[in-house]
């Protein structure tokens, strides 16, 4: 009989690390629950809780056929408990384990109740490491440790030195740590602007669509057409592409917009990658050689590396050093609910609607227009961050709190005071004109500053910076803004502030 149950999480499908790599295929069950609880703590898109489920059986089959013995709950089980802990609770009563293992959850809301179900039904249960990552959560706190700022930039040259990558001895490659001077180009429409590879949906997928459709009818999002990959194969098949066709430019234009180009130079690999298709380290070493091999430039693989192994790596630092008091961030006392358009994509403003519209048919908007974007217009409008990260949660294929939650309450809102940045992320209609092509079809002009044709982005940057002067008025990389806003006429500056409140009274 086994003695050891061993459950894998919807975002734990990795063969060879963590809790698998140490069980004994001749000793083990393994439990893998779909459960309601994890499909609905937020209103996840339709597409996202596909992927995972789909993943999640694909994985499960590729255990058993390995030999290993799996136990497989459904979501449309008659008998299913709704929940990891009642799943967990049936499964002992079923296997009588002596007992129970995990890898570390990645959400602090997962690993709480996970311990609370060991505590009170008394079984038990030993947490290994998550060992998908660089840096451990104690080698992240050890970094931390005494620094009063922690900013990314040093704590990437430490894992760059820790990898090798783009290292040429204790050097950089190129002589510098960071290209990102390179790559800030706006884009243009191109013929040949790479697709993503896509895959058709196998009998499984199919299945697990139908599921979802059934279960999930009012959650946001467009499920079909489903053609993301679901399988290691698949994940791998997708890094190839990204590789050859995405990678030569994602410097150049990894912070560029465009109309009807939801995905650019992007990899889309952060879903796969987040729930363990993929393993940081291989992307890393295929774009690494992809330089020394002269079919990538210096700025591209390097600005690559650097999301994966710097800001990854950081923000999931951030989350457990944090976690749980981060959760509650609110360094600007913002109250404002979510505009109801987010759910829907139905504004007048260009650039919200290509990002939002985008968000419902792929589950997918790249970083600047999550950041600058969505993320800039919530927090300039005072949105309560927690509402909003409850969208970033809800909304994206690749999102999980440990990395969605820093990049939300820190990186995009400022919620938690500068903890991430060294300045909030607000920008006025001006930056999105110069890195997109939204403003020339938008029914406001980017040019107009005040009154009901202005884009909305203008007055509402200058009214978010008077409305929390208390709080920036002494940040040095903000002094010229606001000795420009007191140079400014009174009327001028009356008329920034009407316009924001009929902007701010209409959402
Ligand atoms: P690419 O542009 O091809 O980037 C390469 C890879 O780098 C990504 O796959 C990702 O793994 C990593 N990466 C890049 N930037 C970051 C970052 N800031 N933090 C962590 N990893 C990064 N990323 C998530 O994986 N899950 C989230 O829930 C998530 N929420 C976000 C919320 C906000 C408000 C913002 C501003 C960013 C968020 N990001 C999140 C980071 C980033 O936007 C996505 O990783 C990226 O858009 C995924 O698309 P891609 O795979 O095409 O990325
Ligand atoms: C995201 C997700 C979804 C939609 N469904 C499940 C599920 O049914 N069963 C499961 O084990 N995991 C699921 N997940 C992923 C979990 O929420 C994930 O384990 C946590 O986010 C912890 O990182
Ligand atoms: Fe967005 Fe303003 Fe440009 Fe319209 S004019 S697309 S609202 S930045």
Redesign the pocket.
Known sequence: MAKTLLLVLGDQLTLDRGALAQADRSDTIILMAEVAAETTYVPHHKKKIALVLSAMRHFADQLQRGGWLVDYVKLDDPENSESLAGELTKAVARHAPSRVVVTEPGEFRVKAHLSDWAETSGTGMEFVTDDRFVASQDEFANWAEGRKQLRMEYFYREMRRKTGLLMAGDEPEGGKWNFDAENRKPAKADLFMPEPIWFEPDPVTEQVLELVERRFPDHIGQLRPFRYAVTRDQALLALDHFIEHGLPS?GDY?DAMLTGEP?LY??????Y??IGLLDPIEICRRVEDAYYCGRAPLNAAEG?IR??IG??EY?RGIYWLKMPEYADSNFFNADRPLPEFYWTGETDMACLRAAIGQTIEHA????IQ??MVT?NFAMLAGVRPQDVHEW??AV?M???EW??MP??LG??QFADGGLLGSKPYAASGNYISKMSDYCSGCRYDVKKKTGPDACPFNPLYWDFLVRNREKLGSNPRLGQVYRTWDRMAEEKKQDYLTSAETILAQI
């Open positions: 994602f990894q995905f992007h990899s889309l690999l952060s879903g990658l987040n690559y999301q994966i800001w990854r923000i997918y908007a790249h970083h999550r950041l993320g970033y949660l994206y690749d999102a999980y990395v969605e990049n939300t990186m995009s």
